[in-house]
């Protein structure tokens, strides 16, 4: 079964420095996503991307935060210079085709440490 | 704003009981509502979906939820819980326009005890 794949499940860095996870979303999948859950806290929506660019982004995403798509099968988000309060699980999902209705697959997620 | 409010953090039942996890949102029109759970290690899962039609929904590993439109509910329920029940759940409704970002509630962790 076609399953959204993420790498590294978990990754610490030091404040300042640039993190990028990654992500394989489901092949023929068009959407896709970034949300993070800090620790005890809900799932958050980060950003959306369609059709190359970004189509939807939350408060949350500002502009230390970027996401590509750098060869039609990675998903990347990238964290330009982290802090102590981007520590948090980030997952990535992708939807096929249809309407507001169809399933986001989610990935394990990548457990991020900002020390 | 659309949200979604899950009134119990924690919920613990013993193996064979039955369970009834609560979802309340806010939404103006006709929602998309989705239960999802998280094993631990693991991403969330598609429980099941509810659009339009029938109230009551089925859903993966004996799960049913039932949309009370005048309750502004999805509660999830199982008649009989096994151990391998015991994990996260988050409801999630998705947002107007845009392109389909899901909102979801803070989480119920439930625990099965033996």
């Known amino acids: 079964e076609p399953e959204v794949t993420q790498t590294p499940s978990h990754q610490v860095t030091q404040m300042g420095q640039e993190v990028i996870l990654r992500c394989v979303p489901i092949?023929?999948?068009?959407?896709f996503y970034w949300y993070r859950q800090i620790l005890g806290q809900k799932v958050e929506f980060l950003v959306s991307f369609y059709n190359n660019e970004i189509s939807e982004k939350s408060e949350i995403f500002d502009d230390q935060f970027s996401v590509e798509r750098p060869d039609g099968s990675n998903f990347t988000l990238k964290i330009r210079s982290t802090k102590l309060e981007d520590s948090a699980m980030y997952f990535c999902?992708?939807?096929?085709?249809?309407?507001?209705?169809?399933?986001?697959?989610f990935g394990p997620g990548t457990r991020l440490t900002v020390l | 704003a659309q949200s979604v409010t899950q009134p119990d953090i924690h919920i613990t039942v013993s193996e064979g009981a039955s369970l009834e996890l609560r979802c309340n949102y806010s939404y103006g029109a006709t929602p998309y509502l989705f239960w999802y759970v998280q094993s631990p290690g693991q991403g969330l899962q598609l429980l099941l979906k509810?659009?339009?039609?029938?109230?009551l929904v089925q859903g993966i590993k004996g799960f049913e939820a039932e949309f009370k439109r005048s309750q502004s509910s999805f509660n999830l329920r199982k008649p009989s819980v096994h151990w391998s029940d015991a994990a996260e759940y988050f409801c999630a409704v998705v947002s107007s326009g845009g392109y389909n970002k899901l909102i979801f509630g803070a989480g119920t962790r439930l625990a099965v005890h033996p």
């Open positions: 509810y659009f339009s039609g029938d109230t």
């Open positions: 999902a992708s939807r096929g085709t249809g309407g507001y209705g169809n399933e986001q697959f």
């Open positions: 092949s023929n999948h068009l959407y």
